[in-house]
């Protein structure tokens, strides 16, 4: 069974769904200033990679890079409602690319299997 | 401890401690300006030892491969030992040969250099005097032109602009680096609408990328916001005016923030460019060019109305910044 990564049409696929992605999580409120960022380049390459990991591609992600990544978000208070938001914009990313449903379902839910980490709990 | 060589003498860097501060601090000369890895003023060569592929960031390969680096970003394990030596080797003598007054706070200088630079519109070079204070401009010339064209904004305080308003005369010796920077025209997708926007001396890039656009044969529309505080921070203003009745795809639009009128818009840079974007930008390249915080904000503006990051190129423009962290009026 190939990975959704590859269903998707692997890095071409992420190049197109990164632009969309980052757009709708900038103009959100509730979650933009997690995401300004000097460098724009930078900060998508970085979006790019976990696009690439929530649909099983190439990755060199671990659970630990999610947690200390992360850690100093937490401490300036990124929670759940947080994370729900970045979600609900993957999630509307791949709809609006016309993703399966069957496909969104599983890429929503190893996004979820990494909320205790990004979280850092 | 780390440690770095200069002309038979080594000199122990701090931890964390970059390789120009390092310098700098023992009372080593070496040119720079932004201290922040973008002006390439403090560019060096490895001569023997490692040098960190960090310190080479956004250097031209062949560059790259003759170990030039950084000095400002070049920071070192410890324990090591890197010898290195100036890049007088990349650098070309140049005369000034002229010094013009375009605004209150504006000059237009022009320099011959002894050899052609092989260079693009909109990119830009540093400006070495004889004693290595150094400046990173902005090239407003075209490479075809004979002249190189600087548009320096007088800085209260400045040590080079206020060198150059006061001091330099025609026929002084300096000597120019570069050019360096990825803002530039490029051919293909000759239709493709064109967005130039930049306050103050940001205009200097875009007055040779829309030049160079134009000669090459661009027939898609090009739109030039040159912004400014009030009317008098204007410049080059009937020279771009003749340019628009010449070309039909060129539209030239000033603005202020105050004081406008007499073919002078008024109002924020930023909402006027609002103005001529379609819905959905779909093949649209931008240009964005001057102060830092004018810049990044456009290019996130332009972003969220729809543009690519890769068709959004910025140059901004950063002052020099002393030891020990930015300080303001400097430059």
Same mark, same amino acid.
């Given at each position: 069974?190939? $990975?959704? =990564?590859?269903?998707?049409g692997?890095?071409?696929?992420? +190049? /197109?769904?990164?632009?969309? *992605?980052y757009?709708? !999580?900038?103009?959100?409120?509730?979650? $933009?200033? =997690?995401?300004?960022?000097?460098?724009?380049?930078?900060? +998508? /390459?970085?979006?790019?990679? *976990?696009?690439?990991? !929530?649909?099983?591609?190439?990755?060199?992600y671990?659970?630990?890079?999610?947690?200390?990544?992360?850690?100093?978000?937490?401490?300036?208070?990124?929670?759940?409602?947080?994370?729900?938001?970045?979600?609900?914009?993957?999630?509307?990313?791949?709809?609006?690319?016309?993703?399966?449903?069957?496909?969104?379902?599983?890429?929503?839910?190893?996004?979820?299997?990494?909320?205790?980490?990004?979280?850092?709990? | 401890?780390?440690?770095?060589?200069?002309?038979?003498?080594?000199?122990?860097?701090?931890?964390?401690?970059?390789?120009?501060?390092?310098?700098?601090?023992?009372?080593?000369?070496?040119p720079?300006s932004?201290?922040?890895?973008?002006?390439?003023?403090?560019?060096?060569?490895?001569?023997?030892?490692?040098?960190?592929?960090?310190?080479?960031?956004?250097?031209?390969?062949?560059?790259?491969?003759?170990?030039?680096?950084?000095?400002?970003?070049?920071?070192?394990?410890?324990?090591?030992?890197?010898?290195?030596?100036?890049?007088?080797?990349?650098?070309?003598?140049?005369?000034?040969?002229?010094?013009?007054?375009?605004?209150?706070?504006?000059?237009?200088?022009?320099?011959?250099?002894?050899?052609?630079?092989?260079?693009?519109?909109?990119?830009?070079?540093?400006?070495?005097?004889?004693?290595?204070?150094?400046?990173?401009?902005?090239?407003?010339?075209?490479?075809?032109?004979?002249?190189?064209?600087?548009?320096?904004?007088?800085?209260?305080?400045?040590?080079?602009?206020?060198?150059?308003?006061?001091?330099?005369?025609?026929?002084?010796?300096?000597?120019?680096?570069?050019?360096?920077?990825?803002?530039?025209?490029?051919?293909?997708?000759?239709?493709?609408?064109?967005?130039?926007?930049?306050?103050?001396?940001?205009?200097?890039?875009?007055?040779?990328?829309?030049?160079?656009?134009?000669e090459q044969?661009?027939t898609?529309?090009?739109?030039?916001?040159?912004?400014?505080?009030e009317?008098?921070?204007?410049?080059?203003?009937?020279?771009?005016?003749?340019?628009?009745?010449?070309?039909?795809?060129?539209?030239?639009?000033?603005n202020?923030?105050?004081?406008?009128?007499?073919?002078?818009?008024?109002?924020?840079?930023?909402?006027?460019?609002?103005?001529?974007?379609?819905?959905?930008?779909?093949?649209?390249?931008?240009?964005?060019?001057?102060?830092?915080?004018?810049?990044?904000?456009?290019r996130?503006?332009?972003?969220?109305?729809?543009?690519?990051?890769?068709d959004?190129?910025?140059?901004?423009?950063?002052?020099?910044?002393?030891?020990?962290?930015?300080?303001?009026?400097?430059?």
């Amino acid at each position: 069974m190939s $990975s959704v =990564y590859e269903q998707l049409g692997g890095e071409p696929a992420m +190049a /197109a769904a990164v632009e969309l *992605f980052y757009r709708k !999580v900038l103009a959100d409120d509730r979650i $933009s200033h =997690y995401f300004e960022d000097v460098d724009m380049d930078r900060q +998508a /390459a970085k979006q790019k990679a *976990f696009l690439t990991m !929530v649909c099983g591609g190439p990755s060199h992600y671990s659970g630990k890079d999610m947690r200390e990544g992360h850690r100093h978000l937490v401490k300036r208070g990124l929670n759940d409602i947080h994370f729900n938001a970045v979600a609900e914009h993957l999630q509307g990313t791949l709809e609006e690319l016309g993703v399966s449903a069957d496909l969104v379902r599983q890429v929503m839910a190893v996004a979820e299997g990494a909320r205790a980490d990004v979280l850092n709990r | 401890m780390a440690r770095v060589k200069v002309e038979s003498t080594w000199y122990p860097l701090e931890p964390e401690e970059s390789v120009l501060d390092g310098l700098l601090r023992q009372g080593v000369a070496v040119p720079h300006s932004c201290r922040a890895g973008a002006c390439q003023s403090c560019m060096m060569r490895g001569v023997a030892g490692n040098v960190p592929p960090t310190a080479q960031s956004g250097l031209k390969d062949t560059l790259k491969a003759r170990s030039y680096f950084l000095a400002c970003m070049c920071k070192l394990p410890e324990g090591t030992g890197l010898e290195v030596a100036g890049a007088q080797d990349l650098r070309v003598p140049a005369r000034i040969t002229a010094v013009e007054q375009l605004t209150a706070d504006v000059l237009r200088v022009s320099l011959e250099p002894e050899a052609p630079l092989d260079y693009r519109a909109g990119q830009y070079i540093t400006l070495l005097r004889a004693d290595g204070l150094a400046r990173s401009y902005s090239l407003a010339s075209l490479p075809r032109e004979k002249h190189l064209e600087l548009h320096v904004r007088q800085v209260p305080g400045g040590t080079m602009s206020g060198w150059l308003a006061r001091e330099a005369r025609p026929g002084e010796q300096v000597a120019l680096q570069g050019p360096a920077g990825d803002c530039f025209y490029v051919p293909g997708a000759s239709e493709a609408p064109l967005l130039l926007a930049g306050t103050g001396t940001g205009l200097a890039p875009l007055y040779g990328i829309a030049r160079d656009a134009l000669e090459q044969g661009h027939t898609g529309p090009l739109f030039l916001f040159h912004g400014a505080r009030e009317p008098g921070g204007l410049y080059l203003v009937e020279t771009l005016r003749e340019l628009a009745a010449r070309h039909a795809n060129f539209h030239y639009r000033p603005n202020v923030l105050c004081g406008g009128g007499d073919g002078v818009e008024e109002g924020s840079i930023e909402a006027l460019v609002r103005t001529i974007l379609p819905k959905r930008p779909l093949g649209w390249r931008a240009y964005l060019c001057g102060n830092v915080e004018g810049v990044l904000s456009l290019r996130k503006k332009l972003f969220l109305a729809g543009f690519s990051l890769k068709d959004i190129h910025a140059d901004a423009f950063l002052p020099s910044t002393p030891p020990g962290g930015p300080l303001a009026g400097a430059a």
